[in-house]
Structure formats: structure tokens, C-alpha cells
């Protein structure tokens, strides 16, 4: 089929102008720069202008995430493409200010400006278009990879949902090491592209007036980079022993289970903490529970067995059991039904804060089960569509624990994009990335089991030590194992941007890391032939991580605040603020201001310090941390401070 004829039936199908078929059409002009335009004047203009793009953008990247397949792929690099070339541009006309007068506001816009983006483009437009081609193919190759083993008609292919299953619900060692292996076999293809990927978010960082894409990303923080580098380690260095005695606690129940395979020489093994990345060690309750029999709090268990009630209901419904095709379309009714509910109980802790209801378009158009019928990036993520009230989850939901509280989560950030939607879109962010992330993380914390009993989810929990202890483990499982791995991934990167980190020590530099911050390795060898940091989403998503390590301190301190401010007065693991509207609307106050000034002023006017601080933190976990030394004493504690396997054996392991 010739072009002209693709263009007559595009035109026929699409009904579009024949100028659009033509191969050798000009790219529009982009709106004329209005002469002598004040600073205030430009700032005004790129709102205006970013409002009126952003829609594109992200109906571009949802398509992408949401329907994974080539020609998504393609909308969302162009229309990343296009984004990023008009940013270049709005910073190249905002140099034109440097050194004049202008309002503050307009001065912090600007700024934000320069730092919208995490992956600086380079000004080259044959370069820009391949840096977007690479950052959407890898998304993209996470999104849709899977472990196959067998061949032909004995194929069998697991996506990371399943994979992950087996490390939540097996004790099976090797059924657990096959599955992690399998799993991180997926990024092995993306090394040559991350490879590049850098050079290229490098070289857009260096156009822009920094070192490299890491000295950008640590300027987003009112402070500069060295200052938010030596934070987190002073942040790191408060909690760092609660971390040490949980760590030696986990050890100890893991050689009990399993005999010479529980620890590699001191640190845990990757692939039995039941999360593929070592974050949240949730799913080892049944090994870590501290007193069995002490009141229930088998989250998951509650949710699965509502699960399977609305299942029965809809089967009683019919008048026969249904088969085959039948039966599917019934049970995927009530997986609908339960992450609906689910969703729906997480607004509701929201709106018995004063804040308002989901809006419409979030139940009509967010993604909350696995579609049955293309590939789809089932990372948990939050979407402001059109900046006003086109809010939405993407998320693969199951009735689990880790599932329960993700929502929670996202709902955070939907909040929060619903709270600042009349700033400016330059101001439409979090006070800082770590805003962004513990606002829901601050919800999770008064999820207490007084609160998830009243919801049917736990028994009435007994008041006592035995009960206390219990409760405290069940959150730092989540909070507390996951505050090395905010840090390390980060870590990972900014070494990798500064060239410290060279491309054929990838593997080796990551694994040392996660033992010198996690204490934790892998159980076999991890050379150079394979690209781990890849099987993680953020990094071929190019999602900065530091945020989240911020988060961990932050909802602690917020938490502590909303309980004061509730009038609540007791030990503060105890507090929740569900159905507080005094406390809901300090909250939604803070919400409310987005970016639209510096951090301190935010948090000050919520907490009344200006500084993050880990000391809520410590006052939540006391109790469990005076237990954990008591446990733990007579052990050796620590570990090595990299891994025993980290780079031997390149090439020994086929996967």
C-alpha cells in the first residue's frame, strides 16, 4: 500500500486534514514570545501554557502504562518529546530574567521551572527524541515482563504479581529463590538502554547548569545539594539502631527456619524477606509475629475471606454453578467488587476528615484490577489528568495487607493534587517529593487495630504487653524495614550519575549497597551479567527515590502533629484521628498550599519546626525498640558492610 493512499484512508477513517498526511509537512510554530515581557508576565504565560499542554501529556503516558503495545509506546515518547523540548525552551527564555527585579513568587517559579522534570533532555532534538524512545521502551519492558520457563505448548509465563505471590505466601526456600531469580531476569535487557539512559538525563542536566542529573535532583529541596545529602545521613544516623535491632530480631527467626540457609554470612537473603525487593517484610508475619495468639492481625486473611463472601454471594445469585467463560466474567465481578470496597473504605477515612468525596471521573475512569486483555505497568501510581478534577489510581488491586494500605497511600496523593488545584500549575507539587509521599503514609499510621477492629478487618485487640508488641512489629515490618532501601536506591544513582559508579560496576555497587544500608544479599551469585537495579520500577521508570526515605521521617512528625492537634493525649502508637475534622482541616490547609513556598514555612506551619526530625519516630517505636534489645540480647547484631557475593561468579548462573 502506497503512502498516499495510508493518508487517504486516514483521512476517510479520522476524518483529518489532508495537510496532516503530508510527509514533508513543517512542525507548527510555537507561540510567539511577546516583546518586553515582564518576568511576572512570562511565569503567567508558562502556567497558562503547561495547563493547556498537560491533558496531552498525560492521556499519553496513561495509554502508555495502561495499554502497553507499540503504538503507546510511541504516543507517549512524542508527546514526551514535545514536552520536553517546550521545557527547554521555557528555560531558555527565563534566562532572560536573571538578575532582574521580580516578585518572590515569581522568583520561586522560575526555580521550580528549571527542576520540573526528572529527566533533563538534552537541547539536541536528535538526542531528546532518543532519550524519550529509550525512557519509554523501559517502562515498557518492565510493564510487560514475565519468567517463562518450558517451551511451546509447555510454556509457562509469571508476571511480577504472580512472582510476588510466591514470596508472600510460600516457605518453600527454592520455590522462593526461583521466583526472585525469575523475576529479576526481566531487566537483563535494559542494561545497554539504562547505560545510555544516563548519558543522556547527564548531558540535558549539564544544559541546564549542573554536574550531572544527581546534582539536579538533590537541588529540589530549598537547600542545596550538599545540605540535602548531609540530611539524610543525619536522618539515616537517628534511626539507623532501631533498624540494627530489628534486622538482628529477623536474622535470628530466619536461621531458626531455615537451618544454614537463614542469613549469608550476617545478612539476610533477598529472596526470603516476602517482597521482591526487600522493603516491606509484611508477608513474614507468620515468622516474625513476636506473640502468636495474641489477638489477630491477619490483615490479609480478613480481606481474602471478604473476598471469597462476595464471591459466594454472586455464585448463590444464579441458578446454576456456573463454567467456564461464565464463571470467569463472575469471578471477575467480585475482584472489581473487593478492590472497589476497598477503595471506597480508604475514601472514607478521608472524608470523615471534612475532605470531599472522590470526584466522579476518579470511579469511571481509574484502573484499579489487572486487565485480562493487554499489558499494563501494575505499579501502584496516583494521576492528576488536567490538573483540576480528573484524578486517578492505576493499580492491580488484591485483597492483601500491602494492597489495603498501598491505597491508602495513593488516596495521599490524590488529596493532594485535589487540594492545590487552584495554584498555579508551577506550584501544583508537594512542599518537597517527600511531602508528596507521606501524606498517605500519615493515614496508614492511624490505621491503628483499634481503628482497622472497627472495620471488620481484626479481632478486638487485647490491652496488653504482649498486644502492644505485636501492633508495633506490624507497622515497623512496613516503616522500619523500609528506611535503609528510601536511601540506597538513590545512593545507587547519584553514584551512577557522577561517573563513581561505572556501567561494569552496575551490579556489584548496587549489591554493596544493599548490604551496607539493608544488610542485605543475594543467596547466589549476581555478576555483572545481570542489571538488578532494573527489576525495580523506579529506576527504569527514573522515579527519584530519596522522596520516600523523606516520607518515612515526615508522616511521623505529621502524624504527631494531627494527633495534637485532634486534642489526643497518650502514648502515640495509640492515636488515631479518624472522624477528627479539626485535625482534617490543618491537614487539608497544608495540602492546600502545594509548592508555593519553601518546605520549612510548610512543615512549620504544620508541626512548628522548620526541620525534619526522626524523633517521632522513635517516640512511636520505643516500646518495641526496649523489646527488640531485650530479644536480642547475647546475639552478634550488625553485618557485613558489603555483600560476600556482590560481583563473584560472573557469568556461573543461567536464568
Known sequence: MTYRKLCLLALVAAGLALSACKRDAAPAAGPAIPEDETADQFIARV??????????????????????????????????????????????????????????????????????????????????????????????????????????DAERCRQLGELEDVLRRSRDYDQQLDAWRGWHSIAQPMRNDYVRFVELVNEGARDMGFA????????????????????????????????????????????????????????????????????????????????????????????????????????????????????????RKAQVDSATAITRRAEDFYTSLGMPALPKPFWQKSMLIKPRDREVVCHASAWPMDMADDVRIKMCIEPTEEDFTTVYHELGHIYYYLAYEDQPPLFQSGAHDGFHEAIGDTIVLAMTPQYLSSIGLVDEQQQSQAGLINSQMRMALAKVAFLPFGLMIDRWRWGVFDGSIAPDEYNSAWWDLKAQYQGVAPATPRGEDFFDPGAKYHVPGNTPYTRYFLSHILQFQFYRALCDASGYDGPLYDCSFYGDE????????????????????????????????????????APLQDWLEDQNEGQACGWPAAAPVAGAGAGTESE
Open 47 to 152: 502556567n497558562d501554557e503547561i495547563r493547556e499542554m498537560y491533558p496531552e501529556l498525560t492521556a499519553s503516558q496513561w495509554l502508555s502504562s495502561t495499554y502497553i503495545n507499540d503504538d503507546s509506546q510511541l504516543l507517549a515518547a512524542k508527546g514526551n518529546e514535545r514536552w520536553l523540548t517546550q521545557l527547554n525552551a521555557w528555560i531558555d527564555q527565563a534566562r532572560r530574567f536573571e538578575g532582574q527585579k521580580m516578585s518572590p513568587a515569581t522568583a520561586r517559579a522560575i526555580n521550580l521551572l528549571k527542576l520540573s522534570t526528572a529527566m533533563p533532555a538534552p537541547k539536541d532534538p536528535a538526542r531528546l527524541a532518543e532519550l524519550t524512545r529509550i525512557a519509554t521502551k523501559m517502562e515498557g519492558m518492565y510493564g510487560s515482563g514475565a519468567y517463562c520457563v518450558g517451551e511451546g
Open 582 to 621: 479539626a485535625a482534617g482541616q490543618k491537614f487539608w490547609a497544608m495540602l492546600g498550599k502545594g509548592a508555593s513556598q519553601p518546605w520549612q514555612q510548610t512543615l512549620k506551619e504544620l508541626t512548628g519546626t522548620e526541620t525534619m526530625d526522626a524523633s517521632a519516630v522513635l517516640e512511636y517505636f
Open 212 to 331: 550531572d542529573a544527581g546534582e539536579m535532583w538533590r537541588s529540589g529541596y530549598d537547600m542545596s545539594p550538599a545540605e540535602i545529602a548531609a540530611e539524610t545521613d543525619r536522618l539515616w544516623g537517628q534511626v539507623k539502631p532501631l533498624y540494627e535491632q530489628l534486622h538482628c530480631y529477623a536474622r535470628t527467626r530466619l536461621e531458626a527456619k531455615y537451618p544454614d540457609r537463614g542469613s549469608v554470612e550476617g545478612l539476610l537473603p533477598a529472596h526470603l524477606m516476602g517482597n521482591m525487593w526487600q522493603q516491606d517484610w509484611s508477608n513474614l508475619w507468620d515468622i516474625l509475629e513476636p506473640y502468636p495468639n495474641t489477638g489477630s492481625l491477619d490483615v490479609t486473611g480478613a480481606l481474602e475471606a471478604q473476598h471469597r463472601e462476595g464471591l459466594d454471594k454472586r455464585l448463590a445469585a444464579l441458578s446454576g454453578l456456573p463454567e467456564g467463560a461464565e464463571r470467569v466474567e463472575i469471578e
